[in-house]
């Protein structure tokens, strides 16, 4: 058996090293380790290679990149640490060269025998990444029917190095890339509830006291209030605030598409999933997920997700392996969950999986006093970004605010403050910069005279004025706001012939 490197290997393993120089490049991670095992399997001649990665939480073995004839089946397979040869090189770090598998006790038979693949000589060495041993490579048997040998053995290790530079640059993308997505949200929101209000004080007592446990936590509240700012808050006052907050919008998108990315997806599990991907729970792995509108999510996503929270598991999309996830679930919405779920629209278990601690959202007018604050914090946000250091807000746009109910809340504050900044005269905010209505209601109250079916119809059409112009004439915010549909709300305006807004 030889035990020296021949000069065409030697020379192989410099280009190797080579390689090495623009693997920080690569972004996609498995076509760059597709690339290593190909290479390492047609340069040893082998007749199958693979690369395992070491999942923690169940100390197994998964099949992360596979070739030979039969690579397909073989990802269907875990291998327990310690277990075969791969499980007892990825627990002791050390390689192990078996020439004649049938031989040696420590050869786990049962995933070749049940692919039907004829094994007779493994080579398999460590991944490691900072000493710590994050999975294994291995190749199986030459093609033309010699054993493996310590060369083959020793040419492994220099692609096993390879592809752990590979893993590790991947990982450290994957983690700047967080870092980069966090602080971007950090500075966007600032991490801030603004007021002085009781009923904001409450809010953030509660949340303080919902991050020091595991429960799931579920906020109530209309939109615009502050939900996924409260979510923010709680995550990072607690344990888990070093790892990942992930935020979905489960309105956003439909189910097949809120399920890929809640889960992710194998490559080929669909046209055009031509790479693996990597769901927002595995994401969220150790951190919190935040799901944002969970009142809008369909009766087929809902099992899904009560799956995830009662087994602590799930698949991705076309796969058949368990992704095991440690999260803590926070969720929101600004329906009343408990009528969904008296109506039928929502499941009632996976209210109380997430209903284990409720919080309510005030209102923004129910909590006038913190109108001012709100307001002048906004405009120091906007001030800095457009270099308008002494704009301020006169009296009379104060007052308006103040007496104006805000439907949006906060988020229509925002926005209204936005754009007094961006249509005002750069000095001072009068009443007039400000996108909100002067009156509540142009509506005249109860009149004699008219029937039940005539003062209803007077009413609505009052309200639907008075829901336009609140949102600026846009059809979609109103909807919102009246908590109906959008198409309905056309069909209203069309019935009492409402122009001009």
């Known amino acids: 058996m030889p035990n020296k490197i021949s000069s065409s290997d030697a020379a192989l393993i410099a280009h190797l090293k080579e390689i090495s120089s623009w693997v920080s490049s690569v972004q996609d991670l498995d076509k760059l380790l597709e690339l290593i095992i190909a290479s390492a399997a047609r340069v040893m001649q082998a007749k199958a290679a693979s690369l395992l990665l070491l999942d923690p939480k169940s100390n197994t073995l998964f099949f992360q990149v596979a070739t030979g004839e039969k690579q397909k089946e073989v990802k269907e397979y875990r291998v327990k640490l310690g277990q075969g040869i791969a499980g007892r090189v990825a627990k002791s770090g050390q390689s192990l060269l078996i020439q004649d598998v049938r031989k040696d006790p420590r050869w786990y038979k049962e995933i070749s025998e049940s692919i039907q693949f004829q094994t007779q000589s493994i080579a398999c060495v460590p991944l490691k990444r900072n000493d710590e041993i994050i999975g294994v490579m291995q190749i199986i048997d030459k093609e033309d029917g010699r054993p493996l040998d310590r060369g083959d053995l020793l040419l492994m290790e220099e692609f096993s190095s390879l592809a752990a530079v590979a893993l590790g640059h991947a990982r450290h993308i994957q983690e700047v890339r967080q870092e980069n997505l966090d602080l971007k949200q950090e500075l966007k ?96 792995h150790e951190g919190t997920i935040f799901l944002d509108e ?69 209102t923004l007018r129910e909590r006038k006093e913190d109108i001012p604050l709100l307001a002048e914090h906004f405009l120091g946000l906007f001030k800095e970004e457009t270099v308008m250091h002494t704009l301020t807000i006169s009296k009379a746009a104060m007052d308006k605010m103040v007496q104006y109910d805000w439907p949006g809340n906060i988020r229509e504050l925002r926005n209204a403050i936005e754009r007094a900044v961006v249509m005002g005269n750069g000095k001072e905010i009068l009443p007039e910069d400000l996108p909100i209505a002067t009156s509540r209601s142009n509506y005249p109250g109860m009149q004699v005279g008219l029937t039940l079916e005539e003062a209803l119809n007077q009413f609505k059409k009052e309200f639907i004025i008075l829901n336009l112009k609140s949102t600026g004439g846009n059809r979609s915010k109103a909807a919102k706001v009246m908590d109906i549909q959008r198409t309905y709300l056309s069909r209203l305006i069309t019935k009492y012939d409402v122009k001009g807004i």
């Open 189 to 284: 929101v600032r991490h801030e509830m603004i007021g002085k209000s009781h009923g904001v004080e409450k809010v953030i007592a509660d949340g303080l006291k919902v991050a020091n446990s595991k429960a799931s936590a579920l906020i109530l509240g209309e939109s615009g209030t502050g939900k996924e700012l409260l979510a923010r808050l709680i995550h990072r006052a607690g344990a888990r605030k070093d790892k990942p907050l992930v935020v979905i919008n489960c309105a956003a998108m439909p189910e097949t598409l809120l399920e890929d990315e809640l889960f992710g997806h194998e490559k080929g599990a669909f046209t055009g999933a031509s790479n693996r991907k990597i769901g927002k729970f595995e994401l969220a």
């Open 294 to 362: 969970i009142g809008e999510m369909t009766p087929g996503m809902q099992a899904k997700l009560l799956r995830v929270l009662q087994e602590g598991n799930f698949y991705r999309v076309g796969g058949n392996i368990p992704i095991s996830v440690d999260v803590r679930v926070l969720s929101a919405t600004n329906k009343k969950l408990e009528e969904e779920v008296a109506q039928g629209r929502f499941r009632e278990d996976l209210y109380y999986r997430l209903n284990v601690v409720q919080i309510n959202m005030p």
